[in-house]
């Protein structure tokens, strides 16, 4: 089987491998294509674009774009952007700036339980690129008050935790329709996330279809094979392209391989091959 990667993120956003870097991991590995789907910014996409022809990889450029949802979280994926797409860079930047007065909150909050941490160390890992709370985890790490960046995130910074700050986010239509709108594939992000029952999952990806949203990504690192059955089935239900990927942020996401998630994700190059015909057909 070509295996592909769907998912993955670089400096631009909040992982541990350059764009370069992370094409020609991708290659080492054996990936027949590879996606970078940084938060919220098209950064670096050229970067890796250039790369990736340099070596003969196909790159998919992308994006993820988070969404404002309850009770859970809501990421949407957006596959075969342009790295210079003027009206989409346009409103990511207003999601970036929404992380950027979020940190000096979250820094404020862990101050308050004890926590020194100052923004000048988490830019300096964030090395250039989006501050995130994966750096704050791993300045965390650094300074010994947790011995791992999940357990960083677990009693501090996950959502509901004592040191997380919501910060302003695109409904889900909003998001779907921006993608579309800049020539773009949307795709539902790793769905139990959402914290939904059957039903509830159904009504939602039924408006995100109506929405336009064109995929489901149904095989995922943390997904159990039976949710990766319901949500092929899902996708077949809603007439939408099954994708996957590892999410992978190099050091950030520690244990989770590009390509492989914990060992066993295999994703088939056939899914790719699909979302570019249904791309072809809609134009």
Do not use: C, W
């Given at each position: 089987?070509?295996?592909?990667?769907?998912?993955?993120?670089?400096?631009?956003?909040?992982?541990?491998?350059?764009?370069?870097?992370?094409?020609?991991?991708?290659?080492?590995?054996?990936?027949?294509?590879?996606?970078?789907?940084?938060?919220?910014?098209?950064?670096?996409?050229?970067?890796?674009?250039?790369?990736?022809?340099?070596?003969?990889?196909?790159?998919?450029?992308?994006?993820?774009?988070?969404a404002e949802f309850k009770p859970g979280t809501m990421h949407i994926?957006?596959?075969?952007?342009?790295?210079?797409?003027?009206?989409?860079?346009?409103?990511?930047?207003?999601?970036?700036?929404?992380?950027?007065?979020?940190?000096?909150?979250?820094?404020?909050?862990?101050?308050?339980?004890?926590?020194?941490?100052?923004?000048?160390?988490?830019?300096?890992?964030?090395?250039?690129?989006?501050?995130?709370?994966?750096?704050?985890?791993?300045?965390?790490?650094?300074?010994?008050?947790?011995?791992?960046?999940?357990?960083?995130?677990?009693?501090?910074?996950?959502?509901?935790?004592?040191?997380?700050?919501?910060?302003?986010?695109?409904?889900?239509?909003?998001?779907?329709?921006?993608?579309?709108?800049?020539?773009?594939?949307?795709?539902?992000?790793?769905?139990?996330?959402?914290?939904?029952?059957?039903?509830?999952?159904?009504?939602?990806?039924?408006?995100?279809?109506?929405?336009?949203?064109?995929?489901?990504?149904?095989?995922?690192?943390?997904?159990?094979?039976?949710?990766?059955?319901?949500?092929l089935a899902l996708a077949r239900a809603f007439n939408l392209i099954?994708?996957?990927?590892?999410?992978?942020?190099?050091?950030?996401?520690?244990?989770?391989?590009?390509?492989?998630?914990?060992?066993?994700?295999?994703?088939?190059?056939?899914?790719?091959?699909?979302?570019?015909?249904?791309?072809?057909?809609?134009?």
């Amino acid at each position: 089987m070509e295996r592909i990667d769907l998912h993955a993120h670089t400096t631009a956003s909040d992982g541990t491998l350059t764009p370069s870097e992370l094409v020609d991991l991708a290659r080492r590995e054996g990936l027949k294509a590879v996606a970078v789907t940084d938060h919220d910014t098209l950064d670096g996409l050229s970067e890796a674009l250039a790369r990736a022809r340099e070596i003969g990889l196909e790159l998919v450029p992308g994006v993820e774009i988070s969404a404002e949802f309850k009770p859970g979280t809501m990421h949407i994926l957006g596959y075969y952007l342009e790295p210079d797409a003027s009206e989409l860079a346009a409103r990511l930047a207003e999601l970036q700036e929404a992380r950027r007065t979020r940190n000096p909150k979250i820094i404020s909050r862990l101050a308050e339980l004890g926590i020194e941490i100052s923004m000048a160390e988490v830019e300096n890992l964030a090395g250039g690129g989006q501050v995130g709370r994966p750096h704050m985890a791993k300045a965390l790490v650094g300074k010994g008050y947790v011995s791992s960046i999940d357990e960083a995130f677990n009693r501090y910074l996950a959502k509901g935790g004592p040191a997380y700050v919501e910060k302003f986010r695109l409904s889900p239509t909003q998001a779907v329709r921006m993608i579309r709108e800049a020539g773009g594939t949307p795709v539902l992000a790793h769905p139990f996330t959402l914290r939904l029952d059957e039903s509830g999952l159904k009504d939602t990806a039924r408006q995100l279809e109506e929405a336009g949203l064109e995929g489901i990504e149904v095989y995922y690192p943390e997904h159990t094979p039976q949710m990766t059955r319901d949500y092929l089935a899902l996708a077949r239900a809603f007439n939408l392209i099954p994708t996957g990927g590892s999410d992978f942020h190099g050091e950030n996401k520690a244990g989770v391989e590009l390509g492989r998630g914990f060992g066993d994700l295999a994703v088939s190059y056939d899914l790719l091959a699909d979302m570019k015909q249904r791309r072809k057909e809609r134009t």
